[in-house]
């Protein structure tokens, strides 16, 4: 890998720009804009976002997960509990998702604090998900350290050799989580690196509209 390389790649932001005025009061209502765009555009994987997170030992981490719900109290997910994040997210329960559009050079960043959801929405969600997936919920202790692939493929093979008729039942150790947001910060792409950006915070229960310096 020659640096220089690295060094030289870049791209100006030409499509369009944004401004606080454009902006609805409600943030939510300004996100479920975006994402309409979004799925009008056919970007691709839509609601991939970055889920960011802090454990007790004060180390961040970050991996990509799905947004499968945006509602008025906030963006939901799911994941294993028992996972990195899941121990992560117990020990502090503040988080950040960022979403990136390169189609549309546009990002989202959304910060909060998350909750767990009930037992009944966990259900249904997980039985609304496609077999094989529901499996692989069930094989995989998610972030454990495990001696090699075979047993997992073995124990996916096994639940997918059970009879359709034979329902696959959600583990308890998984489930959804809501961020309810504090913070909204919407990123339009500019030429020279001279961005915009829209936030939102939260100011007891109004929410501050204000543009930030890129």
């Given at each position: 890998m020659e640096n220089e390389h690295i060094a030289a790649l870049?791209?100006?932001?030409?499509?369009?720009?944004?401004?606080?005025?454009?902006?609805p009061a409600d943030p939510v209502a300004a996100f479920a804009d975006w994402f309409d765009l979004v799925l009008a555009e056919q970007c691709p994987e839509p609601n991939a976002m970055v889920l960011s997170?802090?454990?007790?030992?004060?180390r961040p981490s970050s991996r990509v997960v799905l947004l499968k719900d945006c509602t008025a109290q906030g963006l939901v997910f799911f994941t294993n509990y028992k996972s990195r994040k899941g121990e992560e997210l117990f020990?502090?329960?503040?988080?950040?998702?960022?979403?990136?559009?390169?189609?549309?050079?546009?990002?989202?960043?959304?910060?909060?604090?998350?909750?767990?959801?009930?037992?009944?929405?966990?259900d249904a969600y997980f039985n609304?998900?496609?077999r094989l997936s529901q499996a692989g919920a069930l094989a995989s202790m998610q972030s454990s350290i495990i001696p090699d692939r075979e047993g997992l493929d073995a124990e996916m093979q096994?639940?997918?050799?059970?009879?359709?008729?034979?329902?696959?039942?959600?583990?308890?150790?998984?489930?959804?989580?809501?961020?309810?947001?504090?913070?909204?910060?919407?990123?339009?792409?500019?030429?020279?690196?001279?961005?915009?950006?829209?936030?939102?915070?939260?100011?007891?229960?109004?929410?501050?509209?204000?543009?930030?310096?890129?």
């Amino acid at each position: 890998m020659e640096n220089e390389h690295i060094a030289a790649l870049r791209k100006e932001y030409l499509r369009d720009s944004i401004d606080p005025s454009d902006f609805p009061a409600d943030p939510v209502a300004a996100f479920a804009d975006w994402f309409d765009l979004v799925l009008a555009e056919q970007c691709p994987e839509p609601n991939a976002m970055v889920l960011s997170t802090v454990g007790a030992n004060g180390r961040p981490s970050s991996r990509v997960v799905l947004l499968k719900d945006c509602t008025a109290q906030g963006l939901v997910f799911f994941t294993n509990y028992k996972s990195r994040k899941g121990e992560e997210l117990f020990a502090n329960p503040y988080a950040c998702l960022n979403f990136f559009w390169h189609d549309l050079e546009r990002q989202i960043r959304v910060e909060g604090k998350v909750e767990p959801l009930p037992s009944s929405v966990n259900d249904a969600y997980f039985n609304s998900r496609p077999r094989l997936s529901q499996a692989g919920a069930l094989a995989s202790m998610q972030s454990s350290i495990i001696p090699d692939r075979e047993g997992l493929d073995a124990e996916m093979q096994r639940l997918m050799s059970l009879p359709e008729s034979e329902a696959l039942v959600r583990p308890s150790h998984w489930g959804g989580y809501c961020l309810v947001p504090d913070y909204f910060e919407f990123w339009q792409g500019r030429a020279g690196r001279v961005h915009d950006r829209i936030c939102y915070e939260l100011n007891g229960s109004d929410w501050r509209k204000f543009r930030r310096s890129p």
